[in-house]
C-alpha cells in the first residue's frame, strides 16, 4: 500500500538512513522500536510525508488519507471539546467528491483479480462507511463514544479546550484523529497521557481498525497487545521482524 525505497536521510553530521526500504500493507500492525534518536519520529513524519529525505521515495496511493499524532502537538482554543471533535466531520463534501471519482474508476477498471483494484475497493468502502454515518447524522453517537472511551465525561463535552491540561488536550486530538478513519494511523507515543481505561479501549479501536496502524510507544504491553509486526532501527538500518514485540524481543536476543 505505501512503499518506502532507498530512503536516506542525511543531516551532514549525521546520517540517519541509509537507503532503507520496506512495504506497509494493508492491516499492517507495526511496531517501530529502536533506541532514543534512532529516527522513529522522524520516519513517522516522512511516510506521513511531512518532511521529505535527502534521497529516495515514499509512494503513497492517491487519495490515501494517513492520520498521524505526534508527540508534540501545536493546539487551538475557542471551542468547546465537542465543537473541536465535530471538526473531524467538516469535510464531508471532499468525501462526497472522493466517493464519486472512485465509483467512476472502478466503473472503468478490469482488473479485478489485481491488488490495485483491492485497495480501490478499500478505499471506496472506507469512505463510503464514513460518508454514511456523517449523512445520517449518526456521527453524534460515534462523537460520545469515542471520547468516552479516551476518559471524558459527558459534563466535559461542553467546556472550553482551554480548561484542559496538555495530556487531555493530546486526548481530544486523537479522538479527532481516531474519528477520521484514515487508512494509515500513525501514532507516536499515544498512552503518555492515558490512564488503564482509556489504554484498554485504544487497544480495542486499533483491533477493529480497517487500516494499517504504525505505533511507536515505550509501553511494551500496549504494542504487544496491538501489533503483530516490528520494525528495529538501528543505526541507519532496519530490521524487519514478523512478530510481536515479545517475540522479536526473543529472536533479537538470538
Not at 110 to 120: F, I, K, N, V
Not at 196 to 206: A, K, T, V
Not at 225 to 246: F, M, P, Q, V
Request: proline share 2%.
Amino acid at each position: 500500500m505505501i512503499s518506502i525505497h532507498n530512503l536516506t536521510v542525511d543531516f551532514g553530521s549525521r546520517l540517519l538512513f541509509d537507503q532503507v526500504s520496506f512495504v506497509i500493507n494493508r492491516r499492517d500492525r507495526i511496531a517501530l522500536v529502536g533506541k532514543n534518536g534512532a529516527g522513529k519520529s522522524t520516519l513517522l513524519k516522512l511516510i506521513a510525508g511531512l518532511e521529505e529525505p535527502t534521497s529516495g521515495h515514499v509512494s503513497r496511493p492517491k487519495g490515501i488519507r494517513i492520520g498521524y499524532l505526534p508527540q508534540v502537538m501545536q493546539l487551538k482554543d475557542g471551542n468547546t471539546v465537542y465543537e473541536e471533535v465535530e471538526q473531524a466531520f467538516d469535510d464531508i463534501r471532499r468525501i462526497e467528491e472522493e466517493v464519486a471519482r472512485l465509483t467512476d474508476e472502478m466503473a472503468g477498471r478490469t482488473d479485478y483479480d489485481s491488488e490495485g483494484y483491492a485497495q480501490l475497493i478499500e478505499h471506496y468502502t472506507n469512505m463510503s462507511e464514513t460518508l454514511a454515518l456523517m449523512q445520517q447524522g449518526n456521527y453524534h453517537a460515534a462523537i460520545e463514544q469515542t471520547l468516552i472511551g479516551l476518559g471524558f465525561e459527558r459534563k466535559d463535552f461542553r467546556r472550553p479546550t482551554s480548561d484542559f491540561s496538555g495530556g487531555w488536550r493530546m486526548r481530544i486530538e486523537l479522538a479527532k484523529l481516531l474519528l477520521q478513519r484514515p487508512e494509515v494511523l500513525l501514532l507516536d507515543e499515544p498512552t503518555n497521557h492515558l490512564d488503564i481505561e482509556s489504554i484498554g479501549w485504544l487497544e480495542q479501536f486499533i483491533a477493529s481498525n480497517a487500516g494499517a496502524v504504525i505505533i511507536v510507544s515505550h509501553d511494551r504491553a500496549f504494542i504487544d497487545n496491538t501489533t503483530i509486526r516490528t520494525i528495529e532501527i538501528e543505526l541507519g538500518h532496519i530490521y524487519d521482524y514478523k512478530t510481536n514485540y515479545s517475540h522479536y524481543v526473543k529472536l533479537r536476543e538470538e
